[in-house]
């Protein structure tokens, strides 16, 4: 599903001393099955985006088009309810929300919130652990008998087992290890290219941003400060260090960029700002890559 915002501004606690302008007329377009990176610096705006595109929040000003839904500001009537069963939000730490007293029974409670019967409810649970890559040995026994990132696959298979055509994820990695990082990042990645999900997600990690989305989008004091490819969004190192972002200081990194597009090239060891115009000599310039 294509995702485009035009002109979304959102203000909190309007006309009170805490009003707060989260967005500033933003206007970006989120192509159906990209994997779509938001990163920005604390309070740039970024959960405040991604809360619009399922309804969790309303725009103050502006239009939010996803697929054939439209979400204007003040407007009364809307299907928000049709409109997550195509949206599934993974919160973060999504494990806190596990309540059933079976991992099943928790999965199914998403598909039959949305009034789907219990045998098909089940059918699909089945189908979701099974892609989440959880034993079937484990489906019958209680959620809180799992680890942190056994538990985070239920809560994972849980926003699946809906059907939804795009994913949202705010900080889907908070508080892993870095093997488990990359386990829950890899499932996305995979789950991305095998159902065709359009993803978004929200990540204060650039390296998660670089290695697994095709587009990033950087926000900066309520606005979209650059969005395109990751090659290019992080070959803009001084940018981004001026927006307060942490861009890891390693070729590695830059390196596994290139390999990403297919460059074989390996950039020499020289510093940052070096290696990111080492980057744009190799990729030709920047505008084939946008
Ligand atoms: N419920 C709220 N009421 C008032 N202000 C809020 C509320 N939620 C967020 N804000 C403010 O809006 C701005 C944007 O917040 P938001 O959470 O969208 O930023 P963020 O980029 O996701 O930050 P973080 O990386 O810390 O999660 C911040 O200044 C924040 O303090």
């Known amino acids: 599903m294509d995702i485009t915002f035009e002109q979304v501004t959102h203000v909190y606690g309007r006309k009170t001393p805490f009003e ?3 967005l500033n007329n933003v206007s970006i377009h989120i192509p159906s099955g990209s994997f779509t990176s938001i990163i920005g610096h604390t309070g740039s705006g970024k959960s405040t985006l991604v809360q619009h595109i399922n309804g969790i929040l309303k725009p103050s000003a502006g239009r939010i088009t996803v697929g054939d839904f439209v979400i204007r500001a003040n407007e009364k ?3 928000l309810k049709a409109l997550r069963e195509k949206v599934g939000f993974v919160f973060q730490y999504p494990e806190h929300q596990l309540f059933e007293e079976t991992i099943i029974k928790d999965v199914c409670f998403g598909p039959m919130n949305f009034g789907v019967s219990e045998a098909e409810a089940t059918k699909r649970a089945e189908e979701c652990l099974q892609l989440v890559g959880l ?3 484990l489906w019958h026994r209680s959620p809180f008998d799992l680890s942190g990132g056994q538990m985070r696959r239920v809560a994972i298979a849980g926003v699946l087992a809906v059907r939804p055509q795009v994913i949202i994820l705010d900080e889907p990695t908070a508080g892993l290890d870095p093997m488990g990082r990359e386990e829950i ?8 290219e095998r159902l065709n999900l359009t993803i978004v997600m929200v990540t204060h990690n650039m ?9 990033v989008i950087v926000m900066d004091g309520g606005k ?3 969005a395109g490819a990751p090659e290019r969004i992080f070959s803009q190192v001084d940018q981004l260090r001026k927006v307060g972002l942490d861009i890891p200081e390693t070729m590695e990194f830059l390196n596994r960029l290139l390999d990403r597009v297919g460059k074989k090239e390996t950039i020499p060891a020289f510093t940052i700002n070096e290696a990111a115009d080492a980057v744009i000599k190799i990729l030709g310039g920047v505008k084939d890559h946008v």
Not at 207 to 215: L, P
């Open 77 to 79: 009537k809307q299907n």
């Open 20 to 22: 707060k302008r989260a």
């Open 207 to 215: 390296s998660d941003a670089a290695n697994y989305s095709d587009q």
């Open 185 to 192: 990042l890899s499932l996305f990645k995979d789950l991305h």
């Open 224 to 226: 979209p400060l650059m």
């Open 135 to 137: 034993p079937s040995q």
